[in-house]
């Protein structure tokens, strides 16, 4: 499998590239608002872009898709409540194919009420409902309730040895696994929802006191 992390500008954004070897065949997710890494990878490789996945429809994550789409062709595919343009809906438990490669769609509300991650393998992207060492922004309401829940119900449930990657560099290091975060990751600590809201009020004198950037 083909797998390339692209530093994506914004606010410390990732993107990424995966590819069936075989086949060509590739998607790309969460172009930067200028995809032309994307695009100079596409055509340095030879591969043929299908899918232009989403993570959420915020516009760092966004922003690329008509440009990347119009160059290559490829389809738009978010989960289906998005209100960004798209041409493929998706749904929990969807699977989009590269050649043999499947790309699971996990449904993970939270950050946003469209935020999915997708599996390949033992790669995970994770968009904006998990970083290394931190979790997606959220009220202190339902909507954390759910990111809540979709952490400990669905990504925590994953194999420790997943690889985790993220929509934005915003930890000490670019990447991690599912393992690492249940050891080290503050907000997957706390075992109740109750202790997790508390440190979302609390991350700003948490980060002081713990030296985190
Ligand atoms: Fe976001």
């Known amino acids: ?22 086949t060509r065949h590739a998607a790309v997710f969460d172009p930067g608002l200028t995809p032309k890494d ?21 516009f760092d994550h966004t922003g690329g898709n008509s ?19 798209h041409d493929i809906s998706l749904k929990d ?7 043999v490669i499947e790309l699971q769609v996990f449904f993970t509300p939270g950050h946003t009420n469209d935020s999915i991650c997708v599996l390949a393998g033992k790669e995970l992207i994770t968009g904006d409902t998990l970083f290394v060492g931190k979790v997606g922004g959220t009220g202190f309401g339902n909507d954390a309730r759910q990111e809540y829940d979709s952490l400990h119900n669905k990504l925590m449930k994953l194999p420790p040895d997943t690889r985790v990657w993220p929509g934005h560099d915003y930890g000490v290091r670019s990447s991690s696994t599912i393992g690492d975060e249940l ?22 004198e948490f980060k002081r006191i713990h030296g985190i950037a």
């Not at 232009?52 to 429809?57: G, L, Q, S």
């Open 38 to 58: 994307e695009l100079d990878i596409i055509l340095r490789e030879g591969l043929s872009l299908k899918y232009i996945i989403n993570t959420h429809d915020h």
């Open 183 to 204: 050891k080290e990751n503050p907000f997957i600590l706390r075992d109740s929802f109750e202790s997790f809201i508390e440190l979302k009020q609390n991350w700003a």
């Open 67 to 85: 440009t990347l789409a119009q160059k290559t062709g490829a389809k738009i595919a978010m989960y289906e409540s998005s209100h960004s343009k």
């Open 93 to 99: 438990g969807d699977i989009l194919y590269l050649g």
């Open 1 to 22: 499998m083909f797998f390339k992390q692209i530093r994506a500008g914004g606010d410390r954004n990732f993107s990424y590239i995966i590819a069936d070897e075989v």
